[in-house]
């Protein structure tokens, strides 16, 4: 597949995957676990803001990768900063119209904690593996 397709066809994943984020966001929760004390939902949270925030810097990866010029390390870390302030307002947003638009969810700063931490951890890996694969290629 080239790579013009290739980053088309991440952008449809992560705009689907955002779309359905939200959805299942703003929708009637169903019960996993019935233990107040476990903390599955936060690792749900956390997953899912992991996977969104993975996508969308895939995506910007693809779409670099299929111009010409190189793209700088500190370039880089401003697109994936940016990045990750958007996903981490998108969570915050989620959350608060958890709180205004139903009834039946209530916005809670544990999630918004956890979307954050899911958040950071998929921009750490995706840094870490750029960072890796520099190293390969350089033959260090």
């Known amino acids: 597949m080239h790579l013009k397709s290739e980053h088309r066809v991440i952008f449809t994943i992560a705009v689907f995957y955002t779309i359905a984020l939200t959805a299942g966001s703003l929708m009637r ?3 996993i676990v019935d233990d107040p004390m ?16 993975a996508l969308w810097v895939l995506w910007v990866l693809f779409k670099r990768s299929s111009k ?6 500190k370039k880089l870390w401003q697109i ?3 990045i990750g302030i958007i996903v981490v307002m998108y969570g915050v ?7 205004t638009l139903t009834s039946y969810r209530t916005p809670d700063v ?31």
Request: hydrophobic share 45%.
């Open 29 to 31: 929760p169903i019960h």
């Open 38 to 53: 476990s903390n599955i939902d936060k690792l749900l949270h956390a997953g899912a803001y992991f996977g969104l925030t």
């Open 68 to 73: 010409t010029n190189t793209t700088s390390s």
């Open 80 to 82: 994936f900063l940016g």
């Open 93 to 99: 947003l989620m959350e608060v119209l958890q709180g």
């Open 110 to 140: 544990w999630d918004i904690l956890a979307n954050t931490t899911g958040s950071v951890l998929a921009l750490v890996a995706c840094l870490l593996y750029i960072n890796k694969s520099k190293m390969l290629k350089s033959g260090f």
